[in-house]
Every structure is written in structure tokens, then in C-alpha cells.
């Protein structure tokens, strides 16, 4: 089984949760099934395609495209290989051996969103995502509903794109761009701590992503 990171397993993130999952299923099927994973940015297409195909020469019956933005590379290789299996998390296309899977975190964010409204004192809240695809829409959303419903709407929330979705330098930039816009609870849908690293540093709430950021 091949795995397709967006970074390095180092942040306490949305890479490391997946990395986490990986060794736990080859320690449950130790001697049965092998894993591999390859880093490389979602947004580029033509290595994306390269590191499929390096897996499937390896042997690889099953490749996970753990980000969005390896769902175009995936159906294109998988449309290809007819043979082999994939996985696109929070993809949006798929095929006959194409999934798409992704956990309902719109749940959690929902919850956030109503956590968010009843800590902010400047009555403005803001939202650091990666890309405008359905995946982020829809927590966003969430988010929104959670924080509207614990202010009956008289709370503003603050959207900004990164463009990224792993970029410390960048996601400094965006956070403390909303910050200092008011804001006093940030949430975040990017992978690094740098989003909460910033927020306290200036004393703020910050919401973390798919694992404890604390």
C-alpha cells in the first residue's frame, strides 16, 4: 500500500494522524501487507503522477491520496492502471477502482464554531483554510453555523485562503494578517502548528486540525 503526503510526519497534524493510521493497519497485518509513503505537494501534478506510478512499479496494489488535491493525478493514473486501487481523501471524482473517502469532521467543526462564539470578547472570528474546494466549504460552513447559532449572528467571521496546504511561512503571514484584523479566536484547516503557535503568542484562542495542536 502506497501513501501520498503533503509534508513531512513531524507536525502534530493532519500527515501525522495518516501516518499513525498506516502503522497501526501494517502492525494488525504484520507480515501481510507492506507500506510505503512518498512527500509531495498536492498542487503538483506531474511529481504526483511520477510517485504513483514509482508505487505501482514497486508492487502496490493500493495507493492512498491522503489530500484533495491529489484526486485529478489519481483519476488520470487510475483510468491507466485498471488493476490497481485507489483511495482519494476528500476527493471529489471517482471511478470503478477509485474511492472517495473522507471523515465527517464537519461535526467537530460545528462544535468549534459554537466554542469560538461564546470565548470571543471583539465579537470577531476568523478561518485560515488552504483552497476553496467542497471539503473546506463544508467545515467552514460548519464552523459558521456553530458560531452563529452562540451569538444569534452578530459575530463576524474572517475568511482567508493560504493557497497552501503546508506552508509555515505563509500560514504566519495569513494568521497574523487576521489577527491583527481583530480577531481573537482563529481556527485553522492547515497541517503545521503554526497557526496556534502564532495565536498564542499574541494571547488568543486558536482551534486546531485533525489532531491536538495544544
Not at 45 to 70: E, M, P, V
Not at 72 to 90: C, D, K, R, T
Amino acid at each position: 500500500v502506497g501513501y501520498l503526503y503533503i509534508s513531512e510526519v513531524t507536525e502534530r497534524g493532519w500527515v501525522l494522524a495518516h501516518n499513525q493510521g498506516r502503522n497501526f493497519m501494517q502492525a494488525q497485518f504484520r507480515g501481510i501487507v507492506e507500506t510505503s509513503y512518498a512527500i509531495v505537494p498536492d498542487t503538483d501534478h506531474k511529481t504526483t503522477k511520477q510517485k504513483i506510478q514509482d508505487f505501482i512499479a514497486a508492487g502496490c496494489q493500493l495507493i492512498i491520496g491522503t489530500s484533495s488535491g491529489y484526486n485529478a493525478p489519481i483519476i488520470e493514473l487510475a483510468g491507466l492502471n485498471p488493476s490497481i486501487n485507489f483511495v482519494s481523501i476528500g476527493g471529489v471524482v471517482s471511478a470503478s477502482n477509485v474511492a472517495i473517502a473522507m471523515a465527517r469532521i464537519e461535526h467537530s467543526r460545528y462544535l468549534a464554531g459554537l466554542l469560538a462564539g461564546f470565548v470571543t470578547k471583539t465579537r470577531k472570528v476568523c478561518y485560515l483554510a488552504p483552497f476553496g474546494n467542497p471539503e473546506v466549504y463544508r467545515d467552514l460552513n460548519a464552523f459558521m453555523i456553530g458560531v452563529d447559532e452562540a451569538t444569534s449572528n452578530s459575530v463576524t467571521v474572517e475568511l482567508k485562503f493560504s493557497q497552501t496546504s503546508s506552508d509555515p511561512a505563509v500560514e504566519n503571514w495569513g494568521a497574523s494578517l487576521l489577527l491583527d484584523n481583530g480577531c481573537d479566536v482563529i481556527a485553522t484547516h492547515q497541517d503545521s502548528l503554526i497557526v496556534p503557535q502564532t495565536a498564542k503568542r499574541r494571547n488568543k484562542y486558536s482551534v486546531g486540525y485533525c489532531y491536538d495542536m495544544s
